[in-house]
């Protein structure tokens, strides 16, 4: 396959439950008590009556241009030319460096003081190889989570917008296709 992948996301039937989170954690086999690659972002807003909370499963976007990448000295983050997936050699990571976090415009790239480098979501791409969709698309009982090839996704969703719950892309271009709440912020 291939072609840049990506996820979908639909801001309106996600409901906060974090069934994803736990499912990458669990895959990935990582520890209790460190930051998963997936986490949930929620943020309320509005006044009373007219309160909202969106939510949204932030993992690694997989921008189609990731600042990360650039900015990273020793090679340890790339983008595979096959799938543009970002994946991150964790053997390779400079552990004090830490630039690829400040440059992600969602601070994606977690630190595992485990194993004393970054880490970040890779599109399961064990799972991918195999034909299977990442573990938090099949976990989610909502269905709020899709992925697969991004223009498949952007023919198959009647979709426009950005999740309320997070900061403008800043011309990363993240591999991910919203059908957003009605208050969302649109497209750039």
Request: hydrophobic share 35%; with cysteine.
């Amino acid at each position: 396959m291939n072609g840049q992948v990506g996820f979908y996301f639909d801001e309106n039937r996600c409901v906060g439950c974090a069934t994803c989170t736990v499912a990458c954690k669990d895959w990935n086999d990582l520890p209790a008590g460190l930051d998963g690659w997936r986490r949930l972002i929620t943020m309320e807003r509005g006044r009373f009556p007219q309160v909202t909370v969106p939510f949204f499963p932030l993992s690694c976007l997989h921008c189609e241009d990731a600042p990360c990448v650039s900015v990273c000295p020793p090679n340890a983050l790339r983008k595979r030319e096959e799938d543009g997936v970002v994946v991150l050699d964790p053997t390779r990571c400079l552990p004090r460096c830490r630039l690829c976090a400040k440059a992600c415009p969602f601070n994606v790239p977690r630190f595992d003081t485990e194993g004393l480098a970054m880490r970040q979501c890779d599109f399961c791409s064990d799972r991918w190889a195999a034909g299977e969709k990442p573990v938090c698309v099949l976990s989610c009982p909502q269905r709020a989570l899709d992925a697969g090839l991004l223009s498949d996704l952007r023919g198959k969703y009647d979709a426009a917008g950005w999740p309320l719950a997070l900061a403008d892309p800043d011309g990363s271009r993240p591999a991910l296709v919203v059908k957003g709440k009605s208050s969302s912020k649109p497209i750039r």
